[in-house]
């Protein structure tokens, strides 16, 4: 059992910067991939990055690619989300989640899921 905590969300303006990080309970932590999702007002809950155990590899969205950066410190048990250059259709309520299986990046793969944390950017 993995329980999950998103915060530094917020209201930011375009162009601007945040860290989302995700605190995760539990003493396997380092044995789950991680995941970082996103929704979007009417629109379906979508993948933005995804880390392995390790930290050694990941996975970006199409659209996160050079903007998000993901990470992880399993000492810590959390993972992060870097944006940089936030734009208003970053909008959304981001999610972390974590995998014992491996790293994916569809939904259904994910078996906890943390609440989210609402990030807002201004134009």
């Known amino acids: 059992q993995v329980q999950l905590v998103e915060s530094g969300g917020g209201l930011v303006q375009a162009g601007g910067s945040l860290r989302l990080s995700c605190a995760a309970s539990g003493r396997t932590f380092s044995s789950y991939s991680m995941g970082w999702f996103r929704q979007a007002p009417k629109k379906e809950r979508e993948i933005v990055a995804a880390i392995s155990p390790s930290g050694l590899t990941s996975y970006y969205a199409d659209f996160a690619k050079g903007r998000f950066t993901i990470s992880r410190d399993n000492a810590k048990n959390m993972v992060s989300l870097q944006i940089r250059s936030l734009k208003p259709e970053d909008t959304a309520v981001y999610y972390c989640?974590?995998?014992?299986?491996?790293?994916?990046?569809?939904?259904?793969?994910?078996?906890?899921w943390g609440q989210g944390t609402q990030v807002t950017v201004s134009s």
């Open positions: 989640a974590a995998n014992s299986l491996s790293l994916a990046a569809t939904m259904d793969q994910y078996e906890f």
